[in-house]
């Protein structure tokens, strides 16, 4: 590829002790966790909301944050939860699982804004710079031009690892054999009849008789795409449901060219879903989108290599770790790579020999945080080190909370020790603070 030679003066315009890049589920829990043990705290995003697939990608509801008997998202996770749900009944909607993403995202802003983390959107990671195995700065491309952050201790929490992976973190993506989740582009939908919807009995969108219509729907057209995968629609507000339908294939999250075609198609494709709903689902006759995602919704990223690697085999063991964190317990979800209605019956045989019954959850353990090969770096949410199988778990927005809250807390620990390096902190430190702030952990 033709190249050219890029030098400039950038200025340093910020100086944080903690930089977080990426305000997601997971860097906003880390960002708000280290703010409120005092530590100076700064979080970039490259969007203009908090909350990332959340939010901005309007995913509808909290996969679960409870074993059947504890809350296993503890402190940051239970609090934004409640919070939300404050804001949703308040206006006559009661439901704990929905995500209304307009109180969502005032939550994470109340939430950033009494901590003190100091917030800025449209800000975007371009570079990270290395000292040797440490990161020295960052280079952001803003609104206002390029600049640069130095920090101590740097969190990322960009979802796609980018920050790890730039900064020479080994990494992997997908399966071995190139197979990656689709990716989907959420909406927002009113004028539906949500009391016939419910009696209907098409809501279960796994259901034979969903599958039959879809197939109808393929065979005639109405639909371009053979997609049994459909995984639904949720109500989540007085007036509005979220949808979670369709899926684009073999989209690369870190390639921007493949990332505006899934937008294209993605947008094009749920005017489909609106005709065909309309037509054959009762209650939905008079049905209409009102948004999508302004960012697509990409399941699969990154998942860098840590200091420990969390596998099924840890997952199945509902193993304990010493350096725990948190434990977590949701199946593991692979949508299927491809179309078709032999593989959503593979989905569904996987998913559920995976479910975890009630009082039983899987350890978390400090390591899978701390990215191999370099030093000041911690990760959270979705791309923590873990086989493809526990990233199909933990990727979820509560596992999300959970990860987020302890790169947080181990990063101000690390701090308030004078120290840039979260491998030498007291793990029971750790642990105990974690604990008094309501995690649950063996
Ligand atoms: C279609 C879909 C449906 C889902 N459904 C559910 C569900 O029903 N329930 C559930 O609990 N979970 C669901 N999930 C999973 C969950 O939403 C995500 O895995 C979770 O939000 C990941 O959180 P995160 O903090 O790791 O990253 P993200 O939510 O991906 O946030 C990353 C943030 O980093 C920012 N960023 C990225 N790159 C840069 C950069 N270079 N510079 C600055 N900022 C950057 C982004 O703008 C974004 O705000 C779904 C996910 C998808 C894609």
Same mark, same amino acid.
């Given at each position: 590829? #033709?190249?050219? #030679? %890029?030098?400039?003066?950038?200025?340093?315009?910020?100086?944080?002790?903690?930089?977080?890049?990426?305000?997601?589920?997971?860097?906003?829990?880390?960002?708000?966790?280290?703010?409120?043990?005092?530590?100076?705290?700064?979080?970039?995003?490259?969007?203009?909301?908090?909350?990332?697939?959340?939010?901005?990608?309007?995913?509808?509801?909290?996969?679960?944050?409870?074993?059947?008997?504890?809350?296993?998202?503890?402190?940051?996770?239970?609090?934004?939860?409640?919070?939300?749900?404050?804001?949703?009944?308040?206006?006559?909607?009661?439901?704990?699982?929905?995500?209304?993403?307009?109180?969502?995202?005032?939550?994470?802003?109340?939430?950033?804004?009494?901590?003190?983390? #100091?917030?800025?959107?449209?800000?975007?990671?371009?570079?990270?710079?290395?000292?040797?195995?440490?990161?020295?700065?960052?280079?952001?491309?803003? +609104?206002?031009?390029?600049?640069?952050?130095?920090?101590?201790?740097?969190?990322?929490?960009?979802?796609?690892?980018?920050?790890?992976?730039?900064?020479?973190?080994?990494?992997?993506?997908?399966?071995?054999?190139?197979?990656?989740?689709?990716?989907?582009?959420?909406?927002?939908?009113?004028?539906?009849?949500?009391?016939?919807?419910?009696?209907?009995?098409?809501?279960?969108?796994?259901?034979?008789?969903?599958?039959?219509?879809?197939?109808?729907?393929?065979?005639?057209?109405?639909?371009?795409?053979?997609?049994?995968?459909?995984?639904?629609? %949720?109500?989540?507000?007085?007036?509005?449901?979220?949808?979670?339908?369709?899926?684009?294939?073999?989209?690369?999250?870190?390639?921007?060219?493949?990332?505006?075609?899934?937008?294209?198609?993605?947008?094009?494709?749920?005017?489909?879903?609106?005709?065909?709903?309309?037509?054959?689902?009762?209650?939905?006759?008079?049905?209409?989108?009102?948004?999508?995602?302004?960012?697509?919704?990409?399941?699969?990223?990154?998942?860098?290599?840590?200091?420990?690697?969390?596998?099924?085999?840890?997952?199945?063991?509902?193993?304990?770790?010493?350096?725990?964190?948190?434990?977590?317990?949701?199946?593991?979800?692979? #949508?299927?790579?491809?179309?078709?209605?032999?593989?959503?019956?593979?989905?569904?045989?996987?998913?559920?020999?995976?479910?975890?019954?009630?009082?039983?959850?899987?350890?978390?353990?400090?390591?899978?945080?701390? +990215?191999?090969?370099?030093?000041?770096?911690?990760?959270?949410?979705?791309?923590?080190?873990?086989?493809?199988?526990?990233?199909?778990?933990?990727?979820?927005?509560?596992?999300?909370?959970?990860?987020?809250?302890?790169?947080?807390?181990?990063?101000?620990?690390?701090?308030?020790?004078?120290?840039?390096?979260?491998?030498?902190?007291?793990?029971?430190?750790?642990?105990?603070?974690?604990?008094?702030?309501?995690?649950?952990?063996?």
């Amino acid at each position: 590829m #033709h190249t050219i #030679h %890029f030098e400039s003066d950038i200025p340093v315009r910020y100086t944080p002790d903690l930089t977080v890049i990426g305000a997601g589920p997971g860097g906003i829990a880390a960002a708000v966790s280290a703010a409120r043990q005092g530590i100076n705290t700064l979080l970039l995003d490259a969007h203009t909301m908090p909350g990332g697939m959340s939010t901005a990608a309007r995913v509808p509801i909290f996969m679960p944050y409870s074993d059947g008997i504890r809350i296993l998202c503890g402190g940051f996770g239970e609090e934004a939860i409640l919070r939300l749900h404050d804001y949703s009944s308040s206006l006559g909607f009661d439901s704990a699982e929905s995500i209304d993403a307009e109180h969502l995202k005032l939550v994470y802003e109340d939430m950033l804004m009494e901590s003190g983390v #100091h917030v800025l959107y449209e800000s975007r990671l371009a570079k990270v710079q290395m000292d040797g195995t440490r990161i020295e700065s960052i280079i952001v491309t803003a +609104p206002d031009g390029l600049f640069a952050v130095k920090s101590r201790i740097f969190i990322d929490g960009t979802g796609n690892g980018t920050v790890a992976a730039w900064a020479g973190a080994p990494f992997e993506f997908g399966a071995p054999d190139g197979d990656v989740m689709p990716s989907t582009l959420c909406s927002l939908w009113t004028g539906f009849d949500w009391t016939t919807y419910q009696k209907g009995g098409l809501h279960n969108h796994g259901e034979k008789a969903m599958l039959d219509l879809l197939e109808q729907a393929f065979n005639s057209g109405e639909l371009s795409q053979r997609d049994f995968h459909n995984t639904g629609i %949720f109500r989540i507000s007085q007036y509005t449901a979220a949808a979670n339908i369709s899926h684009e294939f073999n989209v690369n999250p870190s390639s921007a060219e493949s990332i505006t075609a899934a937008l294209i198609t993605g947008r094009k494709r749920l005017k489909e879903y609106e005709r065909f709903y309309r037509q054959y689902i009762p209650g939905f006759a008079n049905a209409q989108i009102i948004d999508s995602g302004s960012l697509l919704g990409c399941r699969e990223g990154r998942r860098i290599l840590g200091d420990y690697v969390l596998t099924r085999k840890d997952f199945d063991a509902r193993r304990d770790f010493p350096d725990e964190i948190g434990r977590y317990n949701f199946a593991a979800d692979i #949508h299927p790579s491809h179309p078709g209605r032999t593989a959503i019956e593979e989905h569904k045989k996987h998913f559920h020999e995976s479910c975890m019954k009630r009082g039983e959850s899987y350890g978390i353990p400090y390591r899978i945080l701390l +990215p191999r090969n370099v030093k000041n770096l911690l990760t959270c949410g979705r791309c923590v080190s873990c086989d493809r199988d526990v990233f199909a778990s933990i990727r979820v927005i509560p596992g999300c909370y959970i990860t987020g809250q302890a790169a947080g807390i181990a990063s101000a620990i690390a701090l308030e020790n004078g120290n840039d390096d979260p491998r030498k902190i007291h793990i029971p430190d750790l642990r105990s603070k974690l604990m008094h702030l309501g995690v649950y952990m063996h």
